[in-house]
């Protein structure tokens, strides 16, 4: 058998294949170079010729991403398998290798949209950081020019919102753990998500890229007739924005199929795990607003390529205001939901205690969601008369019961149980706290008579800080630890985790309740300078901010190191009844070998016994 | 399964390519970024600057020229051809020294120069589309071109500065005067936001 092989392909073995990421690179910029030369000295030149224009660069990063996506193994997996050519040797390759390439397996597709949210996250983060430096002085001191300021403020806002926030809970560890709590060895559609990935890092670099086409100053909503008037890296922001939504929505589809229709026996809706409910009513949210905002931005696109008037001072801009946060609002949930459905998912493995009215956690996501396109428009009570004005505060106020449920659902799991705190435990209780801030602090918001005053102050700032970082964030980290010995066979170390867990909770609650006060002395927001009154309260927020920066990489290394070398652990070292913790730890390895079948709630902790079984193949 | 695992590592892709190449395309990516000012001094700290002759281009954006340093001798005819390549932005290109100022709360915004270099300059318009006006102030214009209202004559307007609209062009004749020394060239369009945001550039002027 060896041998036949050996004669039948000896050139191959004899040349060894690019990198598929390298093959990525260099046919993204054949394709750019090829399309923007046709567009820009043959199609529609201008008079001089620029190298580079509006619409040579966009139809250019077109063909850059169909590039880079054939070139990382969409030619493989995808192109020539269509046309009946089976040739998956030269691409997805070995071992570690199989993260560098597209992958069909949905464990490597899930840890690939977390290393790629996390290097959105930091990046971000890195812009972060630089606004915070800014504004230590009341003056323009680290940025010469205001534009660069915002133009970092809005690659801050974009790459958090639509490469972590959207991103990490959903692509990553939706993708890595949902097929397996509902007993399926892949997804529906693995080639869908096998692509979508790798759109991650095109929408992150685009976007931390754009200023080499110009400054743009309208942070991550795109604002018209702003975004009209700004230079040409908005192109980049839209083009950005519209790689990681496709992203998102491509698992969303992916996700949704697989929760209907791959669940193994026995695992019937009222055994569904709740991050997979998480998953579901999220992907929903994803499926629904998703396509409506990159209609959106591609009518802002049209505006500025065609040119067309929809949004400029001819056209109507409200419009452009009123289609954004239709999506916006809805946005913020889809980055919050799943921390709920996470909440609620690790807590009774933590107690030992069955999960607390079950139905309720699942109406609370369920309405969250259907209520979460009610709202929109309390983003822009100053343009809007008092009368209209009044439904949107309602359905605002009202949003906050079934998000309460969840609180209810997790309180009433820990109420008389054997509690232990451990790190996941741990920052969830964090998450919990700080989500709760973000809320009550939302009401106000919710008050027009209130918001009009804390509109555009820092105080908004703090607001969405704590339900992003504090709901979403937080908990992605308790997830990662809590999941660790799933990625790797290892787990951290306690001691480490907690100072790491307390060291993101100083520096987090520090640097953006102060934004609370700050903004309430009449901080700005989107401004690079201020009153020097307010000097000394930034001083303190960055200083717990850089705090926050820190913490932050000092858990990233932390997980970093316990994936590594951390102390190996038994496959299913919390207990859990849930069938992900059956498989095998190895993301490399199959999840079932043989289909399980459920026979009992995956949260009944009440009883002795398991959840689910392998029945013998024999019998 | 030793056969079979030599086999493997024969087709595998190289480790060390996939770090070299991706590691430069962010090296590149990120210098390009942040030092493509820097490295454009280091080139013409090494290469040193040419005299500007005859045709000279000047390509305006949001908001910067290219290119933002030029160097002129005195007693040089010159044709400057300034293009607007911005999409959506008019913009203006004036040379002068020193600085008219509106000072506010936060910032003294730059007005205009204080010392129009245009001053008593004899100027030729060889070719003009899509100028949106041309101030003249004190120089000494006359066209080739049919003029319309965009030619502003009168006193009042500011300095010499030819504003083009998106994707406008201006061709303009002249000789260099005797006024050695660097210069500066700016726009102050929308409300002097242009200059602050680094639309701006320099010339040196040898002499003679």
Known sequence: ?619 | MSDNGHRTDETDWSRRKFIVGSVSVLVVGTVALFESSNISRAATAIMGQQVDQGATQVYQDDYYYIPNQMTWQVGTPMVLEIQNLSPVHFHEMQIGRGFQTAPNVFSNLKVQFNEDFWTGVHVTILEADGVDNLVTNKAVVKSDVPTGPWLLTGAGNGNFSPTMRPGGKIKLAFTVPDKPGVWDYGCFVQGYIHYADGMRGSINILPA
């Open chain 1, 1 to 619: 058998m060896a041998s036949v092989i050996t004669e039948t392909v000896p050139q191959q073995s004899r040349r060894q294949p690019l990198p598929p990421v390298v093959r990525g690179l260099i046919w993204a910029t054949i394709g750019f170079l090829v399309v923007n030369v046709l567009m820009s000295y043959v199609l529609d030149p201008l008079a001089g010729h620029p190298f580079i224009t509006n619409s040579s660069v966009v139809l250019g990063w077109f063909a850059a991403v169909v590039g880079w996506l054939l070139g990382v193994g969409a030619w493989e997996e995808i192109v020539l398998p269509s046309f009946g050519i089976l040739d998956r040797s030269v691409v997805t390759g070995t071992g570690w290798r199989q993260y560098f390439a597209m992958s069909l397996n949905h464990k490597v597709v899930g840890i690939q949209y977390l290393v790629a949210s996390t290097g959105g996250f930091f990046i971000a983060g890195l812009a972060a950081m630089l606004m915070r430096l800014e504004l230590m002085s009341p003056t323009m001191w680290l940025f010469p020019y205001p534009g660069q300021y915002l133009t970092t403020v809005g690659i801050h806002g974009t790459i958090m919102m639509f490469s972590v926030g959207t991103v990490a809970l959903v692509g990553g560890l939706g993708n890595y753990l949902i097929p397996q709590m509902i007993g399926s060895n892949r997804s529906a559609f693995p080639k869908v998500s096998s692509i979508s990935v790798w759109l991650v890092p095109v929408g992150i670099l685009t976007v931390a890229f754009s200023p080499l086409l110009g400054q743009w100053t309208t942070g991550w909503r795109g604002y018209e007739p702003l975004a009209q008037n700004d230079a040409n890296g908005i192109l980049f922001y839209y083009l950005g924005v519209f790689a990681l939504t496709m992203s998102s929505f491509l698992v969303s589809l992916n996700l949704t199929a697989t929760i209907l229709f791959k669940r193994t026996k026995g695992m019937t809706w009222n055994r569904i795990p709740m991050f997979a409910w998480g998953m579901l009513v999220v992907s929903l949210l994803n499926i629904i607003w998703l396509p409506e905002i990159q209609m959106t931005f591609v009518l802002g696109l049209l505006d500025r390529l065609v040119p067309l008037p929809f949004f400029t001072a001819v056209g109507s801009n409200l419009t452009y205001l009123e289609l954004f946060w239709l999506f916006g609002h809805p946005e913020v949930y889809i980055v919050v939901l799943p921390a709920l459905a996470l909440w609620m998912e690790i807590m009774p493995v933590m107690v030992r205690k069955p999960l607390f009215a079950r139905e309720w956690g699942v109406i609370g996501v369920i309405f969250v969601m259907l209520l979460s396109g009610f709202v929109w428009a309390h983003h822009m009570f100053t343009n809007m008369t008092y009368a209209e004005e009044l439904p949107f505060s309602f359905f605002t106020e009202m949003i906050s019961i079934p998000t309460g449920l969840a609180y209810m659902v997790v309180i009433g799991t820990i109420w008389k149980s054997n509690f232990k705190l451990t790190v996941p435990s741990l920052l969830i209780l964090m998450s919990m706290f700080n989500f709760l801030i973000g809320g009550m602090t939302g009401v106000f918001n919710a008050d027009p008579v209130v918001d009009l005053q804390l509109h555009d102050t820092f105080w908004v700032v703090g607001h969405f800080h704590f339900t992003i970082i504090g709901g979403m964030v937080f908990t992605w980290i308790a997830a990662m630890y809590y999941w660790l010995p799933k990625f790797s066979g290892r787990t951290y170390n306690p001691k480490l985790g907690v100072l790491g867990a307390i060291w993101i909770f100083i520096g987090f609650d520090g640097a953006f309740s102060l934004m609370f006060l700050v903004g309430m002395e009449g901080m700005n927001r989107w401004v690079p300078v201020y009153p020097s009154y307010l000097q000394p309260l930034n001083i303190a927020i960055s200083i717990f901010a850089f705090i926050l920066g820190a913490g932050f990489l000092f858990n990233l290394l932390h997980i970093w190191w316990a994936m590594k070398s951390g102390p190996k652990v038994e496959a299913n070292p919390w207990k859990s009844k849930s069938l992900e913790w059956m498989t095998e730890s190895n993301p490399l390895a199959e999840n079932f070998p043989v289909e399980p079948v459920v026979i009992s709630g995956t949260y009944d902790y009440d009883v002795d016994g398991v959840a689910a079984i392998i029945p013998n193949p024999a019998g």
